[in-house]
């Protein structure tokens, strides 16, 4: 099992910056990858940002060159920085940790966890 909390989050007008920490423990050495999905009501959820273990990162369309993903292995935890937050931004943050164990069959289980969420409202 892994666990995931998350920090970060609030209001911020247009234009602000915010900053999202996901912390991870548990079964930490099964973790590939890990990520923030966001999402608004009548809306499915959509991918954010996505880092691997090599620190292989991936983003939205909407928040390249804007948002930041980055993770400190050290102490299992992944930082989203946005910066230049839009209206649009406003969301419900969640993380993400992807686990994948292969047995000595080399079946492999895959998992995935889910933090609590955190609200991010851009508004002036």
């Known amino acids: 099992q892994v666990q995931l909390v998350e920090s970060g989050g609030g209001l911020v007008q247009p234009g602000g910056s915010l900053s999202l920490s996901c912390a991870a423990s548990g079964n930490i050495f099964t973790i590939n990858l890990m990520g923030w999905y966001r999402q608004v009501p009548g809306k499915e959820r959509e991918l954010v940002a996505t880092i691997t273990n090599y620190g292989n990162t991936n983003y939205s369309d909407s928040v390249k060159g804007r948002f930041t993903i980055s993770r400190d292995n050290g102490k299992n935890t992944v930082t989203l920085q946005m910066n230049r937050l839009r209206p649009e931004d406003t969301a419900v943050y969640c993380c993400?940790?992807?686990?994948?164990?292969?047995?000595?069959?080399?079946?492999?289980?895959?998992?995935?966890?889910w933090g609590q969420g955190t609200q991010v409202t851009v508004s002036s």
């Open positions: 993400k940790a992807y686990s994948a164990v292969v047995d000595s069959k080399g079946t492999v289980y895959e998992h995935n966890y």
